[in-house]
């Protein structure tokens, strides 16, 4: 992959302009709330009021006499995935398109699992998986991952979530944290989603641009299809033609919230033109409090 200034000029871009989220509401936050796989020994010491007699070593007791327990730490280990849209419908958007949106949130994932020492991978896709990086360590191989989302260029312009997210479930075999990033303006995904939800910790961050919410009335306009290319004329002047579009996307967005729901899958809704620090830190939020129930 040739790398020009512009694209390494962007990484700088983006490392410095979610060094302020990462250090502050992802650092602690992050850490507390996706835990390792498991806890492994770590060493045996005296007994000491309030330590979890669970954990008391008879032996060694015996042979001390004295109660001993064993000590455990967490064992971290975590890979993380980012599984990226970059179909075509993510270069729509006003100030900022879905898609740079979409970058700096995966960048800011990316540092925050870089801090905690976690494994990092990337799939972007579009009607399939068209690039897999698998899961490391190391800030040279972050820096790689935001290089090749600045940088790819697809293959498709067209969106095949199901596809997508079987072959995700094929690929990633150890349990993993996968963050799928997306408008989610698919055809039905909800069975490979189903898959990939039972065998690892989930979460869906939903991109999408204020616009595509809402038609403003300024007369005939030329519509494109940003995947297929197709064209149609609209009078936006048309009262029951607006009031008909927003019924069918609030109808979309609605059905797609009830299916995360319904998975149990946690869902993160960002907006282009909003900061993503509130979303995210609702979603924490509420993971914190299910973590501590």
């Given at each position: ?121 990337l799939f972007l ?30 293959q498709s312009m ?57 038609i403003p009335d ?76």
């Open positions: 992959m040739q790398e020009t200034k512009e694209v390494i000029k962007q990484v700088k871009k983006i490392e410095i302009s979610t060094k302020h989220l990462v250090d502050t509401l992802m650092a602690g936050n992050y850490h507390s709330v996706f835990k390792g796989q498991g806890i492994e020994f770590s060493e045996i010491r005296e007994y000491t009021p309030g330590d979890d007699i669970r954990t008391i070593d008879w032996k060694v007791t015996a042979r001390m006499h004295a109660p001993h327990v064993k000590e455990f730490i967490e064992e971290r280990d975590l890979r993380v995935f980012i599984v990226f849209d970059i179909s075509g419908s993510g270069n729509f958007g006003n100030n900022l398109t879905k898609k740079r949106k979409s970058i700096e949130l995966a960048a800011t994932l990316m540092f925050s699992a870089l801090r905690n020492n976690d494994n990092v991978g896709f579009t009607d399939k998986v068209e690039l897999f990086v698998p899961a490391r360590k190391g800030r040279r191989h972050i820096l790689k991952l935001l290089r090749i989302l600045i940088s790819h260029q697809p067209k969106t095949n979530l199901s596809n997508s997210l079987a072959s995700v479930s094929k690929i990633i075999k150890k349990r993993s944290i996968v963050f799928v990033i997306s408008d989610f303006f698919a055809d039905d995904f909800s069975a490979p989603l189903k898959v990939l939800r039972n065998k690892h910790d989930v979460i869906a961050v939903n991109i999408n641009d204020s616009r595509e919410m809402k300024v007369g005939l306009i030329e519509l494109e299809d940003e995947e297929t290319g197709e064209q149609i004329l609209v009078n936006t002047s048309d009262e029951e033609f607006r009031e008909n579009y927003l019924n069918i996307i609030q109808k979309e967005r609605t059905k797609l919230h009830k299916l995360f729901q319904r998975m149990k899958i946690d869902l993160v809704s960002i907006q282009t033109d909003e900061s993503y620090e509130i979303p995210l830190k609702k979603f924490f939020h509420l993971r914190k409090m299910r973590v501590m129930h």
